[in-house]
């Protein structure tokens, strides 16, 4: 299938590098999936290469080491690797959301000099602890505590589901922690810097997940975790408030990393309809078949414009709070209607790994989950509407 990039109003460098980043996922990243999948590994030449692609810097500013982009920009690598593999996909996602992101909009001069150069050259990667066993959506129920104690932070508490916190090249992961003193009339919510090696800091296990079997996802446990006052990051008290500006970001890059898969299912299925002989023809002669095919187009293209529409708001700073969750809503689902429609054109290659839409139909539903619920996006958006 062509390159999907006319008719949405793209620079003529948005669609080069549109371009650019399908030929790699094609022809790097699609071939190595299928074994990165089978061993849960994620390939780190695989990522050192985005990294000197520029893949990390893309939305920063060139003053900071970035690439001079924006979100738009991001979206279109995030959707173009998403096609052929989600693991790597939300590797980068993670790494410019969740990893870089804060650094750079809440950090001070010295964090962002210590940090930004390796993060947006893909040197090194950063986790996101927000999510914890008792708080999901529910994340202002932070129980992770931290307290001053002769100039250093004293962290207690655990966190889940944390992208990119143990790789080789993981350095740090930024923590929620409740920063009030107990029995305060206020509850107080900051975020610490907390670097790997930290005494106290302890990577769990990697996750046996259902999907996204090659991204890095582990548990964290600290236990009178220590580190300087000065990893702070932003004002103390604002961490959630920033934490949740960073998420409104993040579903942006989520709705693009959906439209991707939605995308590669739809591209596997137009392929195998066109090949596959049942009872003497072609799958795809068959107009139950072309009005199923005409449905996944349709998801695809509503969701892009749907991510597209709010990376723009973004872009413009103008408000993109309800049009991230309504592209995070219509594309999480588009990609899991997409991978069970490609998966039954596929019919029992469906169900072997070794073809994409297997793995795009295990990957797919953390997508309706992740950076917010279905629930949640409900919400925001019935919150929009004075409802809430």
């Known amino acids: 299938m062509s390159l999907p990039t006319t008719g949405y109003d793209l620079t003529e460098e948005q669609v080069e590098l549109a371009g650019l980043v399908r030929s790699f996922a094609d022809e790097v990243v699609a071939p190595v999936s299928y074994e990165a ?21 893309l939305p920063f500013p060139d003053e900071v080491g970035g690439q001079g982009g924006d979100y738009v920009t991001l979206g279109l690598a995030i959707e173009a690797l998403a096609r052929v593999d989600q693991s790597i996909a939300i590797t980068l996602e993670a790494g410019v959301s969740l990893g870089a992101m804060p650094i750079f909009r809440f950090g001070t001069d010295a964090q962002r000099e210590e940090y930004l150069p390796d993060l947006l050259a893909g040197r090194a990667l950063a986790g996101f602890g927000l999510t914890e066993p008792e708080a999901g959506s529910d994340a202002g129920a932070t129980r992770t505590t931290a307290r001053l104690d002769s100039g250093d932070w004293v962290i207690d508490g655990a966190k889940q589901f944390i992208t990119n916190s143990g790789t080789p090249i993981t350095r740090f992961v930024t923590v ?25 800091f302890t990577v769990g296990p990697a996750y ?25 990051l932003g004002q103390r008290g604002r961490g959630f408030a920033n934490f949740l500006h960073i998420l409104d970001e993040g579903r942006i890059a989520i709705a693009a990393l959906a439209t991707g898969a939605a995308e590669g299912c739809l591209e596997a299925a137009v392929d195998y309809a066109k090949s596959r002989v049942v009872f003497g023809e072609t799958l795809g002669t068959r107009q139950s078949i072309q009005f ?9 293209h509503v969701s892009r414009l749907a991510w597209l529409h709010a990376a723009r708001l973004r872009d413009a700073g103008r408000p993109f709070k309800t049009e991230a969750a309504i ?10 209607d997409n991978a069970r429609d490609a998966t039954q054109i596929f019919g029992g290659n469906g169900f072997i790994n070794e073809y994409p839409v297997a793995r795009h139909f295990r990957d797919s539903k953390i997508l309706e989950v992740g950076e917010g619920t279905t629930e949640v996006q409900l919400l925001l958006i019935a919150r929009s509407l004075g409802l809430a």
């Open 292 to 300: 199923m095919l005409a449905r996944m187009q349709q998801r695809v």
């Open 327 to 336: 592209a995070k809503l219509t594309s999480s689902d588009a990609a899991m």
């Open 37 to 57: 999948d089978r061993t849960k590994t994620l390939p780190m030449d695989v990522v050192a290469q985005m990294g000197d692609m520029g893949l990390f810097g």
């Open 208 to 232: 046996d997940k259902v999907g996204w079997h090659a991204s890095d996802t582990h548990p964290l446990v600290f236990t009178g975790a220590r580190v300087p006052e000065e990893n702070l």
């Open 176 to 200: 929620t922690a409740v920063t009030s003193e107990p029995g305060a009339a206020a509850r107080e919510i900051s975020t610490i810097i907390v670097p790997h090696g930290t005494p106290g």
